[in-house]
């Protein structure tokens, strides 16, 4: 490999880091900081929520058909346009004047993420070498798992010492890099092949779907919404499945999800693991912040740096389980992500039940940051590895909309779980309440962690060469002629 291709490659995954770190740290940044906003809006604490429901809602419902019109020759165009409306919707939720104003904008904020979010996939299969792919894949793992980690400290310092407004500005700086870089190292877009797009009642049955679903999630258990509203839900999500799967069987070239794709058993399993694990990671990221505080007895600053301890485990880790992968092949990597996890679990666990002393929490939190480098390597690789051939880029892009689900999704069951140990608001718990609850989403969590493994030690391993073709480009290239 030159020099040239060196600087290339070096180029596309600086690319890939920032678009991944920017989309990430836009959910975990404002979390600290919703009290603050709630206040300043004169809004309640669960109607703040939507300050980060709105966001994750945008990306959520367009990855899958952004992603399915970026592959059709739209990847710079989508690239440079999606970061300049990032950094647009930024600056005017950085603005706002209204609790409205900032939840639209939130939303717009989410869609143009979904833009940048969908053509990664793209990039990492198409511009980077064989062996290089883990890397890619790697870097997205690691920049989300360090947003995850590092954005509630970032947005604890920002607030106190400058305004939440400033929470959405830093984004401008990040935008114009990402778009310079992606003007210079991005090839040109091929022409834009429209029979190939998904079909519009396709699009639409997706959204429909997940939007119904997420909405379903995020106001279970919520007082403020009647049955009525809930059963409504339901049935338009019922609706939205029903035509996603005629639409599906009806147009197999155009539909938003490849059949092939779906019928991919080891593919699937593969999903389900990662889905499960993320569920536990997301919950834990959820409840963490209750309990350092509420039990632990820490104050906001210092459960921000305790928070931040995972990431010097995962940063230390996640280069050699991307090598890993790439050399050795990612089922071991991929179950070591559900053990390291439970051994997580397990630890906290029994610190429930024995010292009090915060300087402990070292040992978990690191134990838990090591579990994200391989979760956020591993178990995306694998799902690239074990793709139909030819959908590659949509099984990624796929395995995207199954990491945001799950991370609403563990917050939803964590929540559930924790609130059946309350007699009043969560943020009003006894410490015994609080802490007889989060045992019970750690056994919950060891319970799912082995259902994981067994779907990730049933998947045979696969290893992906240097000098191996590029399978099923040719296949999928003539099914989509015919």
């Not at 690319?15 to 989309?23: G, T």
């Not at 029979?195 to 959204?207: E, F, I, L, R, Y």
Request: proline letters at 4%; aromatic letters at 8%.
């Amino acid at each position: 490999m030159n020099e040239k291709q060196s600087s290339g490659i070096l180029l596309t995954l600086i690319i890939i880091f920032l678009a991944s770190l920017i989309d990430g740290l836009d959910v975990s940044i404002v979390t600290v900081s919703l009290p603050t906003m709630a206040e300043e809006f004169g809004v309640t604490m669960a109607h703040s929520s939507w300050i980060i429901f709105t966001y994750v809602l945008g990306i959520a419902a367009f990855l899958l058909p952004m992603g399915k019109m970026a592959k059709n020759g739209r990847v710079k165009k989508f690239m440079m346009l999606g970061t300049a409306l990032f950094g647009i919707s930024s600056f005017v939720c950085g603005i706002s004047t209204s609790f409205e104003m900032l939840v639209i904008f939130r939303m717009i904020q989410g869609m143009s993420a979904a833009m940048m979010s969908s053509v990664l996939p793209s990039i990492v299969v198409r511009m980077l070498p064989v062996d290089r792919k883990g890397l890619g894949l790697s870097i997205m793992g690691a920049a989300s798992a360090m947003s995850a980690m590092l954005g509630p400290v970032l947005g604890g310092v920002i607030t106190d010492f400058l305004s939440w407004n400033w929470l959405f500005f830093i984004n401008i700086p990040v935008v114009i890099v990402i778009i310079a870089l992606s003007a210079k190292q991005i090839p040109k877009d091929d022409d834009i092949d429209r029979s190939k797009d998904p079909t519009m009642m396709g699009v639409a049955s997706a959204m429909l779907v997940i939007v119904t679903l997420l909405v379903l999630m995020e106001d279970l258990g919520d007082a403020d919404v009647n049955n009525i509203a809930r059963i409504t839900c339901a049935i338009l999500g019922i609706a939205g499945l029903a035509l996603l799967v005629r639409t599906i069987r009806v147009d197999a070239k155009r539909a938003i999800i490849a059949p092939k794709m779906i019928m991919n058993k080891e593919y699937i399993m593969v999903g389900m693991a990662f889905l499960l694990c993320t569920i536990v990671v997301s919950g834990a990221q959820y409840i963490l912040p209750y309990m350092l505080q509420g039990h632990w007895g820490l104050d906001p600053s210092e459960s921000g740096l305790y928070l931040a301890i995972p990431s010097v485990a995962m940063l230390s880790l996640v280069f050699l389980v991307g090598k890993m992968c790439d050399t050795h092949g990612c089922k071991w990597p991929a179950a070591m992500a559900a053990i390291v996890r439970g051994a997580f679990c397990a630890i906290m666990l029994y610190m429930t039940y024995t010292t009090q002393d915060p300087i402990f929490l070292v040992i978990p939190l690191l134990v838990f940051g090591a579990s994200h480098a391989f979760s956020g390597t591993a178990q995306p690789t694998r799902m690239m590895h074990h793709a139909t051939p030819g959908y590659q880029d949509e099984a990624t892009n796929f395995m995207l909309v199954i990491n945001y689900v799950a991370s609403a999704l563990g917050c939803v069951i964590f929540a559930m779980i924790v609130r059946m140990y309350s007699t009043g608001p969560i943020e009003s718990m006894t410490d015994e309440e609080l802490v007889n609850g989060f045992r019970v989403t750690m056994m919950f969590s060891l319970v799912i962690l082995a259902i994981a493994l067994a779907f990730t030690m049933y998947v045979k391993n696969k290893i992906v060469r240097k000098d191996d073709p590029v399978e099923g480009i040719e296949e999928a290239e003539a099914q989509s002629e015919n």
